[in-house]
């Protein structure tokens, strides 16, 4: 699940735009007002999905520091990540992310850096003078305060992304790559959805299991708005999770009871709980007396997938054409 890698040699290999954006530029950014007098000349970020984000714009060059991590980072990305240092694989302190000095933190979640930030809230950045930039995907449609991921008030689209994109490469100056990034990505998103719909899926389900606390408990699933919520519906799939919140804990008696023609599972590298091991996830399905006499398990239909492509990020469409490229072996019709 990589990006074209002409695409991205290009963006890594294009120099800084010879013009000079119109600053101060000024932006509402998640409930904050934002003044960029100049482009910044460095950040830091708290969070996979912005980390990518910035080297998929070719920002490598600016980035001081790195954090929360759930995966190998793209591949055509790997030379470029090696050479910065990483924070934290997981929530990085405050005074490590301010030691950097960094011109802005990019983050992915309000629960890492906002009003109940828990490595810091904006407002404590600002008091220092270090502007934060949290993507769009994380607060627009959604709520934060309830839930401990959050509540979907709206489905999540790829447009928030794209909108994370694009003011990412306003800020920074580089805009034509930001404007190169949202075309492919959108091209790609609309075929992939396009191969799922000549299929003429009727009443085919699924259920996406990031993971569990312990491997023989109720397990996170993904809630009917988030982003395999969206996936899932785009490509023609109905989940028979309907909670809101983005990741509920669900029993295995309710989802088996409601029997998905699918199961899509996360795979990481993550190791906070034993299901984060996308092997333990198999042999579970296959063991348990419940899970083993679902139709998906009995009969092979499980999607190994990338975990953070199931969160908000610019993998999401990278995950659509997993998913996609799956079904059509599965014969749901």
């Not at 490598?60 to 990305?77: C, H, I, M, N, Q």
Request: glycine letters at 6%; a negative charge; hydrophobic letters at 45%.
């Amino acid at each position: 699940m990589t990006f074209p890698k002409t695409l991205a040699a290009l963006f890594l290999a294009l120099p800084l735009p010879l013009h000079a954006a119109d600053y101060p530029l000024k932006l509402q950014n998640c409930g904050v007002d934002l003044t960029f007098d100049k482009a910044p000349d460095s950040a830091v970020t708290v969070g996979q999905a912005t980390t990518e984000m910035l080297y998929a714009l070719g920002l490598a060059d600016k980035v001081r520091g790195t954090s929360v991590w759930f995966s190998d980072v793209l591949p055509e990305y790997a030379e470029a990540n090696a050479a910065i240092e990483r924070l934290a694989d997981n929530d990085p302190s405050f005074e490590s992310v301010v030691a950097k000095r960094p011109g802005l933190v990019t983050v992915q979640y309000e629960w890492h850096v906002g009003p109940q930030g828990i490595v810091a809230t904006r407002e404590q950045f600002a008091d220092l003078g270090i502007p934060t930039y949290v993507l769009p995907s994380d607060c627009v449609g959604k709520d934060n305060t309830s839930g401990s991921d959050g509540t979907r008030t709206a489905m999540y689209a790829m447009d928030s992304i794209y909108q994370g994109v694009t003011e990412l490469g306003q800020i920074f100056d580089v805009d034509d790559r930001a404007r190169a990034l949202v075309t492919d990505l959108k091209s790609r998103e609309a075929k992939a959805v396009e191969k799922a719909q000549a299929l003429g899926l009727k009443d085919a389900s699924a259920v996406f299991w990031f993971s569990s606390a312990e491997m023989d408990i109720d397990p996170y699933v993904a809630g009917r708005k988030g982003p395999p919520g969206y996936m899932m519906q785009a490509l023609g799939l109905r989940n028979v999770i309907e909670s809101d919140e983005e990741w509920p804990v669900v029993s295995w008696e309710t989802v088996a009871r409601a029997n998905p023609s699918v199961i899509v599972i996360a795979k990481m590298d993550r190791r906070r709980f034993e299901a984060d091991d996308y092997q333990k996830k198999l042999e579970f399905l296959k063991s348990d007396p419940v899970t083993s006499q679902m139709d998906a398990v009995r009969n092979g239909r499980i999607v190994i997938m990338d975990a953070h492509a199931m969160d908000p990020s610019i993998r999401n469409v990278a995950a659509l054409e997993v998913l996609a490229d799956a079904l059509p072996a599965f014969d749901l019709k």
